[in-house]
């Protein structure tokens, strides 16, 4: 695993000659030994039409490449810091949550109206997410940002996971998921803020859900 985690909030990654890694840019903290950072125009190796999705959902995070032989400290806004393990399967999530991750991963852009039609449409619309989101594909390791820490959640066929929209951070293996209405006490005492929705999450897999409500 290239991340060595310090603390909740800042991981280390150790650069080897030959293989790349992609970071947010300005998640540089510290950096030891001979290793060079590199502004990447096409968001990692999802290549031009990956760029583009995310640039017509106006989603396009800067990305760094990062080079060399040495060791990394990463961590941005004083966010907390989840290191999710992919082995072969394929993650998906908002690309500002990306802190840093393998450049072994395949990565791309998905129209989350293809998961649910029109309910994804309107998943984008009322929570704040965007309509396109970053997938990560392969054996490699991602560092996410969430806020106030994150638990893992398993999806089993059968028993779906429901999910505060605005508390969702990633999920990965084969989910499907679509946005439902719910009722709940917190609209009935005035907080209209979403909690109105639910994304509910259903097939093989496991949600990241961050203990907050809070957009990063």
């Known amino acids: ?114 998961q649910g039609g029109v309910m994804g449409m309107v998943r984008g619309q009322v929570t704040g997410q965007g309509l396109f989101t970053t997938t990560l594909k392969g054996h490699g390791a991602v560092a996410v940002m969430a806020h106030g820490g994150v638990i893992e959640l398993p999806i089993t066929p059968g028993r779906e996971v429901h999910v505060d929209p605005q508390a969702y951070v990633a999920h990965h293996g084969d989910v499907r998921n679509k946005l439902s209405t719910a009722l709940g006490w917190r609209d009935m005492v005035g907080r209209g803020s979403g909690e109105a929705f639910q994304l509910e999450l259903s097939g093989s897999g496991a949600v990241y859900v961050q203990a907050s409500e809070e957009k990063l």
């Open 1 to 114: 695993m290239p991340f060595r985690e310090i603390n909740s909030k800042m991981v280390e990654a150790t650069v080897v000659p030959g293989q790349k890694m992609f970071s947010q840019r300005g998640a540089m903290l510290a950096y030891r030994g001979d290793v060079s950072f590199t502004p990447n125009v096409q968001g990692g190796q999802g290549g031009l039409m990956s760029m583009i999705g995310r640039r017509v959902a106006n989603e396009a995070t800067p990305l760094m490449t990062v080079e060399g032989s040495g060791t990394v400290m990463f961590g941005h806004g004083g966010h907390h810091i989840q290191v999710i393990n992919l082995a072969g399967d394929t993650l998906y999530v908002e690309a500002d949550r990306l802190l840093a991750f393998d450049g072994t991963l395949q990565q791309g852009t998905m129209f989350m109206g293809a």
